[in-house]
């Protein structure tokens, strides 16, 4: 027996919970369950997260959390509960297999078998983002060493244990070298380490069209966080319908479980709702669980019930469905296929292995770092490049000299363009004249003497070089 926790959530959430927990109990799942409340209610009742302590104590207690969707309150600052969840919990992996189930539910794709793996911590979900001035706003893309290994090695372990015979990386490496880089470097050094498994990359603009156009092309794609949430909705959208699709968020600890939609609140309460994606959830934490002769009989009696063209309402196609059902007559009618496998498509054999779970990481030995300069970012309401570079240029010191100055990333003094559209955030390169700054409290020198002159710095950046390797951007018409 597997204790798990489970949330009903919100709109058709408790009718396709209901449904989903009766057909995996019907093919002798071995689970105990522990309900919570999250989601609407919790936020109404005041808790801006929308999970209550005593819901937190029984998550981490059972680390098995399998979730309906919940609906977040509009307005008023309420945080999303699934955000908060993954990163609370380090669910560093989200996994999305995306599967068509031609000719039974309407695709352009009908070869198409692929599953997402998205990076699910990191990236420009970090949420840290700050207005510097009246015109510019940023948002910190951050990418960890740990998080690219860690997304990676899941995604061959993954594709390893369940039979994918590709991994495909998206990145887009060739404008953003250092972060986008390093996940594209950290898959270079994974992929030798599974001979057995086919490896590529592809820029993530390209790769994205490929997908849409001609998905059989991949197997298992693994990518940064923004581009899987895009493209694992894309997916599973071209794939037939986003309501077929469930999906992992997996821990070195916990895991959650759920469907990909959301709560559906214009169908909560009908009997109309498709169960299909929280099921799919439940058979990945049905194998995660070790229990997958269970996840087996429910997928093959799926298989089979759509094969059968028993359809709800937003899957139902007139000349090829056979019958329109609502939630509960559809999982009865998968109850009544336990035991049988399609014919047409094509019935699944899993085999019981342990939850991936992947050894914690091993921190590697620290480079040398030198600070060989600073990026002074100033907020400045003039337009012409001269006049700024005189006014920052005042601060030089015989340990640092202005080496450019950029407007959003493109050079503009010296020998900028009057062509180019300047905003009011201006950042200036200082680097040092002997090749190492030596003291951080040139840093502190800079800023007090922008202060005595009026220049309105916003923040600066340490420019570092790793083993005598420059590691920052170097400037687009530099
Ligand atoms: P939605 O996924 O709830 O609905 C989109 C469309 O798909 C609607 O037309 C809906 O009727 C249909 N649909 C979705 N699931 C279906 C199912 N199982 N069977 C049949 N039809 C289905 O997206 P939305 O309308 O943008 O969001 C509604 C609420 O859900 C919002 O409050 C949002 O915050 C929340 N949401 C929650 C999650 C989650 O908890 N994981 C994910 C996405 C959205």
């Keep these: 027996m597997t204790r798990i926790t489970v949330a009903e959530g919100d709109g058709i959430g408790p009718e396709i919970m209901k449904a989903t927990l009766a057909i995996i109990l019907a093919a002798g799942a071995k689970i105990e369950l522990d309900h919570i409340d999250v989601g609407e209610q919790v936020y109404l009742a005041g808790n801006m997260s929308g999970i209550s302590t005593d819901s ?27 955000v908060t969840i993954r990163k609370m919990l380090g669910l560093y992996a989200n996994v999305r ?125 693994v990518m940064p966080n923004l581009y899987g949430d895009v493209l694992s909705d894309v997916a599973a959208q071209i794939a037939g319908s986003v309501g077929l699709a469930g999906s992992a ?3 070195e600890e916990c895991a959650m479980f759920e469907a990909i939609h959301g709560s559906a609140p214009r169908r909560a309460g009908q009997n109309v709702a498709n169960p299909s994606g929280l099921l799919q959830g439940a058979i990945m934490m049905l194998n995660h669980i070790g229990q997958a002769s269970v996840a087996e009989r429910v997928q093959n009696a799926w298989l089979k019930t759509i094969e059968d063209g028993i359809h709800t309402y937003d899957i139902y196609k007139e000349g ?63 337009s012409d490049p001269n006049t700024i570079a005189a006014l920052v240029g005042q601060l030089e010191t015989p340990e640092v000299a202005l080496s450019m100055i950029t407007n959003r990333g493109i050079k503009v003094w010296p020998n900028g363009f009057k062509e180019t559209f300047c905003t009011d955030h201006w950042r200036c390169r200082f680097l040092t004249t002997n090749g190492k700054l030596g003291d951080k409290a040139l840093i502190g020198n800079l800023l007090l003497k922008a202060a005595e002159h009026q220049i309105d710095t916003i923040k600066t950046e340490n420019l570092y070089a790793f083993d005598g390797k420059p590691a920052f951007s170097m400037v687009q018409g530099q």
Aim: with cysteine; proline share 6%.
């Design 97 to 221: 297999p995306c599967m068509s189930l031609h000719p039974f539910v309407k695709t352009k794709h009908p070869g198409m078998d692929v599953v997402i793996i998205r990076e699910n911590e990191e990236d420009l979900y970090a949420g840290i983002e700050h207005q510097q001035t009246d015109e510019v706003v940023q948002c910190l893309k951050l990418i960890s060493r740990p998080g690219c290994e860690k997304i990676v090695q899941y995604a061959f372990a993954y594709a390893r244990q369940y039979g994918r015979q590709k991994v495909t990386c998206f990145t887009k490496d060739n404008i953003m070298k250092q972060t986008d880089g390093l996940f594209h470097r950290v898959f270079d050094e994974i992929a030798p380490t599974y001979p057995d498994i086919q490896n590529e990359h592809w820029i993530v603009d390209i790769g994205a069209a490929k997908l849409a156009d001609t998905p059989e092309a991949f197997d298992l794609i």
């Design 56 to 82: 937190w104590d029984v998550i981490r207690r059972n680390k098995v959390f399998l979730k309906a969707p919940i609906t977040t309150p509009q307005g008023g600052g309420y945080k999303s509960l699934n």
């Design 249 to 251: 968020n997996i821990g």
């Design 320 to 382: 090829v469905s056979q019958q329109k059902v609502g939630t509960e007559e559809f999982a009865q009618a998968v109850i009544d296929r336990l035991g049988q496998e399609p014919t047409t498509l094509k019935a699944v054999h899993y085999t019981t292995q342990k939850a991936l779970v992947l050894p914690p990481y091993q921190r590697k030995p620290s480079a040398q770092k030198d600070l060989i300069g600073v990026d002074l970012f100033v907020h400045w309401p003039g």
